[in-house]
DNA sequence: CGGCCCGTTGAAGCTAATCAATGGCCGTGG
DNA sequence: CCACGGCCATTGATTAGCTTCAACGGGCCG
């Protein structure tokens, strides 16, 4: 039974933080954690809670970057500062660190060394895939896509299952994948009839068929 | 006069190739440099000429997802095999160095140290900024982007003037810019006849209002 | 219980895609 | 040197998909 799934939104941190120096910090909802053209001096893990970091156009226009979730590493973007805007989607706790800390974890003689070069690299794939999905794919490819991301993601932080748990709205999953708020809604309203998803709440889905959700994608 | 502009496509690359060990490499009009699935073992720098890295979409569609233009380095995509195809547009000359070489300038004690870093970011930039174009911006203000882009690029390496010249097709810019060659055909002639830029031939573009260019950039 | 925010649904409009035909440049070969 | 063929680009007409505008619903919190 899909009502069963608990939204695991608040989760711990897979990777160890105590492999990170830093100080922790608590944001909450919809507090900005930097500016657009602030000095970037810090990177930032998550320890629990979701992130957005987007870039809003002179006449209003949103286009949201990357959500970062539990483990997830952001700040990289802009040097000196920032070219985008980070903000909390809900309560989030965040370790916080200096960049130049967080390089150094790469030398050589450092643990975890070639830990910073995978988290860059892993970084610019995923942004690549941000660019083709914009690019080529229909709103429905966006969508589905976007679906089963959340759910892998979710997978390797430690849950399993279909239940997938949105921590963001709706119109932040439109800011992300380029459309607006009506249409993303109506995709999901399509995916539901032809059976392929279930919509228990306004902030959980479940694939019921991941095979035809993955043919989707294209 | 438009007319006096030479394009430079064929330029030496302004980074001093000697701090690259590896080999020389050349390749014709479409060769393929790498493609995807292949093992990622190397990195590339352009020295001359303009490489295009891209993914086909099972039915046919095709995202470029950037153009490397001489000085630019390449093969970032994937670990450990490249998730992108990469090939030549035009004669391009290559320099090629083992990923595990180029990670090693990045070492305090190494010549360049910072860098790799710097590459990397640079890069994640960019493809950030490429994202927030797909995602949010129109026709009219992709392709103006995309001609400021390689104006400042070209700028950048050496060459000052309002002259652009373009090493890749018509097809090539559609699919960076996630639209039809059709649609970046009729946006240049728009452009074209608002006064804004001029087409002296099918490879290059004048910009003759750069300020009302900006503004369009949104 | 009431208000507010978020999400859903419907109808009309617009942008870019698609389908189709023509134009022009360039390389090749007579 | 000119004629031909092929490829790339442009332009026009129509269509499709997404956005915009508008109204309603439903859950949650005070």
Redesign the interface.
Known sequence: MAASFDPPIETECPTPAAAWAGVRMSYDRDEEIFGEGEPARNVYMVVSGAVRTY?V???G???I?EFHLAGDVFG????PTH??TAEAIGEVTLQVMRRTAF?ET???DAPGAGHA??T??R???R??????M????SACERVASFLLDMRGRMIRAGFDGDGISLPMTRQDIA????LTIETVSRTFSQLQVSGMIELPSRRSVVVRNLAAMDRIC?
Chains 1, 2 share one sequence.
């Open positions: 870039r156009l002179a006449d226009r949103r286009q970057v990289f973007d802009g040097d070219n985008l390089f790469d030398r050589p070069w995978a860059l690299l970084k610019l794939q942004a690549e895939a941000h660019v083709i914009l690019g080529r794919q800011d992300y994948l380029g294209a």
